[in-house]
C-alpha cells in the first residue's frame, strides 16, 4: 500500500500561544471537514483520563482570497488559524487554544515547549503532549482523525487459516458499509505501547461495550491474528474479536478483548508483594498455556510481565496471555534470527548460531517469576544488559543463573522452597534439562 503524500500547513495562534504545524493530505483523506477535527490528543496515563479525558482538535478556517480549504483539501489550502483552548463540549473536551505551558516530545525523545518552538516544530502522529497545568501535568498522545468509512478491509475470516509470511498479501475483505476507527469507537486512553504499535482503551459507540484497540502505525497485524485463530482454544490467552486496516493506509487494527486490572508489569511496579500460592499459581497456569502452543508446534518467543495481563477479581490471580505478533512456527524459525526482548533471552540463543525452542519460553517463564520476586531486572542494570556486546550478555545469564542455584544472593534464601524448585527446573543452562510446572503432568 502507499503512504499518502502529506503536506504541511503552518498555523499562525494569537498572541502568546504557540506556532504549531500540522499534518494534511493533498487528497483530503486525513482530514474530514464534515466532523470538524482534524486530530485527537489521547490520555496516556489513568490520571489524565480520569480528569480530562480525551481532547478533540477542532479546526476554524481562515480562507484568504480563494476558498480552497472547504472542498476537501483537494488543493494546497491557505493559510489556516488554529485556536486551543481547553473547554467543555459534547464529546467531553476539546482545544480551542493553546496558551498554557505545553511541552511536546518528538519521535527522537526531544522536549519542545511549544510556546517557544516557532514555526519549524512538526506534530507527527503518536507524539507526545504534556500540558502542564496548576495541580498535575496532563499527558496525551497525538492522533490524527482520520475517517476511511467505507475502505475498511476486514481480516479474513475463514475458519482454515494458513500463516503468511511477512511478504505474502494479505487475505482481506472489503465492505463499504463498514464505519472506520474513530467513527465506531471512543477512544478513552493509551493502555500500553509496544515495538508493533499501541493499544487503547475505547469504548464501542454501537453498544457501549468497553474492549481493546490496538492499532499499528507502521506494522501490519493480521499474522498476529491469522494467529490467534489457532490459539484461540488455548486456556489463558486474550480473546481477539476482528482485524482490519484501511485501503489506502498503513495502519492495521486488532479488536480485543479488555481486561481491567493491568498487566503483570504493572503489578511488579506497583510493590505488590507476591505470595506463595499468587506464584505457584502463576507458574502452573502459564505452564500449561504455554505447553499447548509448544503441542500445537508453535514457540511463543517474547514471554515477559508487559505481555501478561492479570485479573485480580480472584484469589490467587487469574493471568492472561497476550500479544501473538512473534510467535510462530516453530519449524519456520531461523537460527541467529532470534524475536522477544533481551532481558528475557535464553544463554543459548544470544549467538548467530542459537535457535528459539520450546525451551526458549521455558526459561523466560522463570525469569519472569524471578522479576515478581526480586521487584526487579534479573540480569541488574537493564541499560547495562542490552548495550553489552553477545558474548558478555551470554556470560551475564550464565553467571546469574549459577549464583540462583548457589544461593549466593540473601534473597534467593527467602524464596519459599517448592517455588525456588520450580524456578530452578525452569533456567537451567542446559536447555533438555528444563521443566515447565505441570503438577500431575
Not at 73 to 95: A, R, T, V, W
Not at 131 to 147: D, G, R, S
Not at 307 to 325: A, E, M, R, Y
Request: proline share 2%.
Amino acid at each position: 500500500m502507499q503512504n499518502n503524500k502529506r503536506k504541511q500547513v503552518s498555523s499562525d495562534l494569537a498572541s502568546n500561544t504557540s506556532k504549531i504545524r500540522k499534518y494534511v493530505t493533498s487528497d483530503g483523506c486525513k482530514l474530514n471537514i464534515r466532523d470538524k477535527y482534524w486530530g485527537m490528543l489521547i490520555p496516556i496515563n489513568e490520571e489524565t483520563s480520569d480528569r480530562i479525558g480525551s481532547i478533540y482538535l477542532e479546526a476554524e478556517y481562515q480562507t484568504f482570497g480563494k476558498n480552497e480549504t472547504r472542498n476537501g483539501y483537494q488543493h494546497m489550502p491557505s493559510d489556516f488559524e488554529l485556536h486551543c483552548m481547553l473547554s467543555k463540549n459534547e464529546h467531553g473536551m476539546k482545544i480551542t487554544k493553546i496558551c498554557g505551558n505545553v511541552t511536546y516530545i518528538n519521535p527522537k525523545g526531544e522536549d519542545l515547549i511549544l510556546n517557544n518552538a516557532g514555526d519549524n516544530t512538526v506534530i507527527v502522529e503518536g507524539c507526545l503532549f504534556l500540558i502542564h497545568l496548576n495541580e498535575f501535568t496532563a499527558k496525551f498522545k497525538f492522533l490524527l482523525w482520520e475517517c476511511h468509512c467505507g475502505s475498511v478491509l476486514l481480516y479474513d475470516k475463514d475458519d482454515e487459516i494458513t500463516i503468511k509470511g511477512q511478504d505474502e498479501e494479505e487475505i482481506t475483505n472489503k465492505d463499504i458499509n463498514l464505519q472506520c476507527a474513530v467513527h465506531k469507537y471512543a477512544i478513552i486512553r493509551q493502555l500500553g505501547q509496544g515495538g508493533f504499535g499501541s493499544v487503547f482503551k475505547v469504548r464501542n459507540q454501537e453498544n457501549n461495550e468497553i474492549c481493546a484497540l490496538k492499532c499499528s502505525w507502521k506494522y501490519s497485524l493480521a499474522r498476529e491474528y491469522y494467529m490467534f485463530k489457532i490459539i484461540k482454544e488455548i486456556p489463558n490467552v486474550l480473546q481477539i474479536f476482528g482485524g482490519f486496516n484501511y485501503e489506502y493506509t498503513q495502519k492495521s487494527f486488532l479488536i480485543m478483548e479488555w481486561i481491567k486490572d493491568g498487566t503483570l508489569y504493572d503489578l511488579i511496579k506497583s510493590e505488590h508483594r507476591f505470595t506463595k500460592e499468587e506464584l505457584v499459581s502463576l507458574a502452573k497456569n502459564m505452564s500449561v498455556t504455554l505447553n499447548e502452543f509448544h503441542e500445537k508446534g508453535l514457540v511463543y518467543r517474547d514471554l515477559k510481565p508487559a505481555n501478561i495481563l492479570v485479573d485480580l477479581s480472584v484469589t490467587p490471580f487469574n493471568i492472561i496471555l497476550c500479544d501473538f505478533g512473534l510467535c510462530k512456527e516453530a519449524e519456520k524459525i531461523m537460527p541467529g534470527r532470534p524475536g522477544g526482548t533481551k532481558a528475557y533471552f535464553s544463554p543459548e540463543i544470544i549467538n548467530k548460531y542459537g535457535k528459539q525452542t520450546k525451551f526458549h519460553d521455558y526459561f523466560s517463564l522463570g525469569i519472569v517469576l524471578l522479576e515478581c520476586i526480586m521487584q526487579n531486572k534479573f540480569y541488574g542494570n537493564d541499560k547495562v544488559f542490552q548495550d553489552a556486546s553477545a558474548i558478555r550478555q551470554k556470560q551475564i545469564i550464565e553467571k546469574t543463573c549459577a549464583q540462583y542455584f548457589e544461593r549466593k544472593h540473601s534473597w534467593t534464601k527467602e524464596i519459599n522452597d517448592e517455588v525456588y524448585n520450580i524456578i530452578g527446573d525452569m533456567i537451567r543452562i542446559s536447555p533438555e534439562e528444563r521443566k515447565l510446572f505441570i503438577p500431575n503432568a
